[in-house]
């Protein structure tokens, strides 16, 4: 089992970013897929949340209307599209797939900083 993120990377404020996370090694389809991100000194937090059909999203309030999770079940890949960045988004974002076994990605860096 594999979850590779990529797409991470130093962006001013208010710029645009789009994570990427490729998965393989199990039914992709069949998983609710998050993204979670982790600032330094702080507790991983729930970032966006989508079932396995794509029909059902979830947001942390902190980024409601500026990111949106999104997934293509033929490329096994989910994706986090983020708008209007903040400095407080400054974090390590992770993807983690969740059924009966729960598997998380190593992890990509955001920096959001002038």
């Known amino acids: 089992v594999q979850l590779v993120e990529s797409g991470g990377g130093l962006v001013q404020p208010g710029g645009s970013l789009r994570l990427s996370c490729a998965a393989s090694?199990?039914?992709?389809?069949?998983?609710?897929m998050s993204w979670y991100r982790q600032a330094a000194g702080k507790e991983r937090e729930l970032v966006a949340q989508i079932t396995g059909d794509g029909q059902l999203t979830n947001y942390a309030d902190s980024v409601k209307g500026r990111f949106t999770i999104s997934r293509d079940n033929v490329k096994d890949t989910v994706y986090l599209q983020m708008n209007s960045l903040k400095p407080e988004d400054t974090a390590v974002y992770f993807c983690r797939a969740d059924r009966i076994l729960r598997y998380w990605g190593q992890g990509t860096q955001v920096t959001v900083s002038s």
């Open positions: 090694g199990f039914i992709f389809n069949s998983y609710v």
